[in-house]
Nanobody, 122 residues
Framework: VQLVESGGGLVQAGGSLRLSCAASGTTFSINAMGWYRQAPGKQRELVATMATGGGSGITNYADSVKGRFTISRDNAKNTLYVQMNSLKPEDTAVYYC??????????????WGPGTQVTVSS
């Protein structure tokens, strides 16, 4: 599975961005997808996830983004999105898309995209 993020950029506080993550390869084996972010000097942290196995669509959000970010997917395009509203300077980070691939008896393998920079100015 290959992942490519897009949609990052510079935005003022209170603004919005929509990130996209295009998946290719053995996408039928993806069990979950989501977004993490990493700010300078900080550990990578969860932003939002979506269970895609069996079409469940169950979502989960970090407390810091609940009510502001919305994760969604377009199955026809094999693309995952995160709509980010009411952005704050503390949302500044590199955002990474991930996909958890079901390897059967071997468990799961996590694939990562190269990341896209989001910068929120105050």
């Amino acid at each position: 599975v290959q992942l490519v993020e897009s949609g990052g950029g510079l935005v003022q506080a209170g603004g919005s961005l929509r990130l996209s993550c295009a998946a290719s390869g053995t996408t039928f084996s993806i069990n979950a997808m989501g977004w993490y972010r990493q700010a300078p000097g900080k550990q990578r942290e969860l932003v939002a996830t979506m269970a895609t196995g069996g079409g469940s669509g169950i979502t989960n959000y970090a407390d810091s983004v609940k009510g502001r970010f919305t994760i969604s997917r377009d199955n026809a395009k094999n693309t995952l999105y995160v709509q980010m509203n009411s952005l704050k300077p503390e949302d500044t980070a590199v955002y990474y898309c991930y996909a958890a691939v079901n390897m059967g008896a071997a468990g799961f393998r996590v694939h990562w995209g190269p990341g896209t920079q989001v910068t929120v100015s105050s």
